[in-house]
């Protein structure tokens, strides 16, 4: 077997290496989302400190809990305390979702656009990673985003009498939108043609 031959490394010309190289300026925002995912990491521990407390007994936790759930504008949530568990777990499904999120950008959006992570041997690589582009990066985004307004719509609706007919309306055709919107996204990329082999050369 030809042994493998080392990457090669042309020579680009001024203008054109310095327009390459500006890809590394997004990485400042990626490193930007590392810190809110670590934003996120924090509000999780706190709302989930805020559960056991409240599980055990804790009145201080009990009534943090219930000033979080209550919607803008009402003065406090009539519910029960299984309703109350299920609002809380509700809103720590939604950070780690939004935490997945980041995740995806973070990880996909690098590979994608700044550069080569070379994860191909590593048994910890994510799945979606091996066959990552900006095509298929925007249709996992979608469908993120539309779980986690299926999560928010979810919270509503198990809290329905604490909102205004309105809001119930209006967060149900937002999410409609985010799924029409999600399969607009993935059928135009259904039929968008398949970039082909460079110089017309075919294996």
Same mark, same amino acid.
């Given at each position: ?38 934003? !996120?990491? !924090?509000? /999780? ?12 007994? %804790? ?17 406090? *949530?009539?519910?029960?305390?299984? =309703?109350?568990? #299920?609002?809380?777990?509700? $809103?720590?499904?939604?950070?780690? #979702? *939004? ?8 990880? $996909? $959006?690098?590979?994608? /656009? ?6 191909? %041997? ?7 990673? %091996? +066959? ?10 979608? =469908?993120?985003?539309?779980?986690? %307004?299926?999560? +928010? ?15 119930? *309306?209006?967060? =149900?055709? *937002? +999410? ?15 039929? #968008? ?8 050369? =075919?294996?």
């Amino acid at each position: 077997m030809a042994a493998l031959l080392p990457r090669s490394d042309p020579q680009l010309k001024p203008l054109p290496r310095l327009l390459f190289m500006s890809r590394w300026l997004q990485l400042p925002l990626y490193l930007g989302l590392i810190v809110a995912q670590a934003v !996120y990491v !924090y509000y /999780f521990m706190i709302e989930l400190t805020h559960l056991v407390e409240a599980a055990f007994g %804790s009145q201080t936790a009990l009534d943090l809990i219930l000033r979080n759930a209550t919607p803008v504008g009402a003065q406090t *949530i009539q519910a029960p305390p299984e =309703t109350l568990v #299920m609002l809380v777990v509700l $809103g720590l499904i939604d950070v780690v #979702m *939004i935490s997945n999120l980041l995740i995806m950008v973070i990880v $996909g $959006g690098y590979e994608t /656009f700044v550069s080569r992570m070379d994860l191909e %041997s590593h048994p910890d690589q994510p799945e979606w990673l %091996s +066959h990552v582009n900006a095509s298929v990066l925007k249709v996992k985004l979608a =469908t993120a985003i539309i779980g986690i %307004s299926s999560i +928010h719509l979810l919270k509503t609706f198990i809290n329905a009498a604490s909102y205004e007919p309105k809001v119930l *309306i209006a967060q =149900t055709v *937002i +999410h409609v939108t985010f799924l029409l919107s999600a399969l607009a996204v993935a059928a135009v990329d259904r039929v #968008m043609p398949l970039p082909g082999p460079p110089n017309g050369k =075919t294996h």
